[in-house]
C-alpha cells in the first residue's frame, strides 16, 4: 500500500496554503508547514502550534548560525527546532505526518536532515499511517531517486479534498 502523498507543484503555487486548510480538517496530523508570512519564511509545528522564524533578515547572526542557499540564510536554531518537532511527531504516531518541503538543503543533508531520513525509513518498515510530503517539482525524481521512494509514493492531490 502506498502510503506517502507527495504533494509537488512550482515554487510559490499554493502547497503550503493548500495544507494550511488541510490540517485544519485533520487535527489529528502532526508535523511541520513552511508558510511564508509577511514575505519571511518560518516553520510552523502542527503538533506544538508554534512558529520560529526560518529566514535570518539580521546580517549581525554569526556564520554558524546560518545556513545560506542561492540568495536565503536560514536559521540553523530554527531548523534544529523543527528536526525536534518532527521527532515528537513520530513519537506521537499520527495518522498524517507532514513534512514542508524537502528541497536542496535536505538532499545536500542539511535543513531537516537527518530527520527526513529517519521518518522516511520508520514508514518503510511499518506503513501503517501516511507521509506527506511537499516537494517542488523541478526536485521531484531527484527527491524519489535520493530518498528511494520508487513505487512508495502518490502524487495525486485528491487527499488535500475537505469537507
Known sequence: MKTI???????????????????????????????????QRFIYSILANDYRRLESI???????????????SFLQSTFKWAREELHAALEHNPPYLVIDEIGPLELSGK?????????LQSYKRSPEHRLVLVVRENLLEE?????????LYLTDHNFLSTP
Open 111 to 119: 535543513g531537516l536532515e537527518p530527520m527526513v531520513t529517519n521518518i
Open 143 to 151: 527527491v524519489i531517486s535520493h530518498y528511494g521512494l520508487d513505487d
Open 58 to 72: 539580521d546580517d549581525l547572526v554569526v556564520d554558524k548560525e546560518i545556513v545560506k542557499i542561492g540568495k536565503y
Open 5 to 39: 502523498n507527495i504533494l509537488t507543484g512550482p515554487t510559490q503555487s499554493g502547497k503550503t496554503t493548500h495544507l494550511i486548510a488541510w490540517v485544519k480538517y485533520h487535527r489529528n496530523s502532526a508535523g511541520i508547514l513552511s508558510p511564508v508570512i509577511h514575505n
